[in-house]
């Protein structure tokens, strides 16, 4: 079964950082969940300054606009798509993450599974 | 429900609701554990005891009812996976899984290998939402229906049927896994199971709301609930302090309420209304809970608990061991509630003014601004020094926040004795 890990850094210090983790702790992470075999997706994002909202309003009309901007908790900085036998797993690979540390949480989500 | 028919009928009725008690949550473990889908599990097992309802009056209870029931049940969820091309593949796998394990080898009694253990840690999973965890338990392994479980908890029947829904939902879609944990595992989950049964336990013990004081049933279910995870896992010595902790809370039932359903405080019970051999059980598995390690906070409760119901009467009571036992619980688990609990064994060892000093080192957290029996202690500290108006106060402070009915009532009687013109 698939689900997203989706990371919401933590506060961020002045060389933007988040707290409790290192690059380092990052790479062997990444280098962890590639060697498990269970890495379907994963990508970190750019710094949320260069994040673009795009709106269709009912009418047809595309509103681009700056941003949006979040306080630093509720910054996504990346995500994992893993595929493990169940929650109890996922939540086991969450919270090995570096980013479920210093103030982050992982969300985890459960992919919808519309085949049989 | 059929009429009160021959004698035969209404022995093979009593036999199904005695197998629909106690059979009920293996049943429907097993069938989880076989399908993988509560609901599936739980359709087929409503299914197979309407099906003993039918043919038990006419054919005779069987030997071995726990088996026939499994076995009908599980036939009837192979024909609705049958039916349901969705779950052919499925289907296939269980019966591969099947052919493997030969028919599930049986269990020393009645034949039903007993998969309670993983139902129980499924249904307090830390991942579904906290309100939902013990209404689960009652469905699922209490077996209660959800207009049941809606009682259980004052809630509306659409509202809890709504939320049983929901947290079905999660555990298949999001696929929390029915399993037991690991042995490493089990120190950080053990306890959110303990937990959702203390909390059924302590709703039925002080209603948070509504117009009686207890509600015996639902106490009394925690306790079957407790036994079962306790017969469960012998070994965990929080589980057998759990147990104890009820045991020697609920022996004190009858003495709780006067006949007009008002509350008895502990030290004026009486204690000729307890219940000795509920106490005896509770001690023993005190001991038990005590014995071989570190004491866990159920287990010093527990012992705290049969210290009260061990004495003739209030005054009687070991004051000096039961502040010693708080200062151990206060170790393990830091709490207001507990140094609140602390601070009033203190008064009753050193006098009223030891324990008032303690309360007011306390009034400042907020966790306690809106608990009743802070401003209750704190009135009856202030009454026994003959600070009469300020006890008034605490009594109208604590008035304000008390939920149940005879938790109103006695504290209106206690303000009007103490405001009453005339000698005391």
Known sequence: MKYLLLIHAGAADESGAAEGCTPDD????DKQVRDAGILVAGESLADLVTATMVRVGPDGERTVTDGPFAETRELIGGFYVIDVPDLDVAL???ARCPGSR???AIVVRPIADFGA | MPDEGTGEESRANASVEHVFREERGRLLAALVRRFGDLDLAEDVT????????ARWPIDGVPERPGAWLLTTARRRAVDRLRRDQAY?????ILQAEAEREGEAAPAEDGGLPDERLALF????????AAEDRGALTLRCLAGLTTPEVAR?????TATMAQRIVRAKKKISRARIPFRVPASDELPARLPGVLQVLYSLFTEGYVASSGPHLQRADLAEEAIRLARILHRLLPGERETAGLLALMLLVHARRAARTGPDGALVLLADQDRALWDRPMIDEGAALTVQALTGGPPGPYGVQAAIAALHDEAADADATDWSQIVALYDVLLA???SPVIALNRAVAVAMRDGPQAGLDLLDALADDPRLRRHHPFFVARAELLTRLDRVPEAVTAYRQALDLAGTAPDRAHLLRKIDALTRPGPP
């Open chain 1, 26 to 29: 990052w790479m062997a992470y």
């Open chain 1, 92 to 94: 086991e690979w969450a």
């Open chain 1, 102 to 104: 210093g103030g982050g």
């Open chain 2, 46 to 53: 409503s299914e197979a005891i309407e099906a003993a309802l």
């Open chain 2, 88 to 92: 052919a593949a499925r289907l296939a």
């Open chain 2, 121 to 128: 840690f499924t249904c307090a999973h830390p991942a579904l």
């Open chain 2, 152 to 156: 259980a908890f004052l809630t509306p």
């Open chain 2, 332 to 334: 393990v688990t830091p």
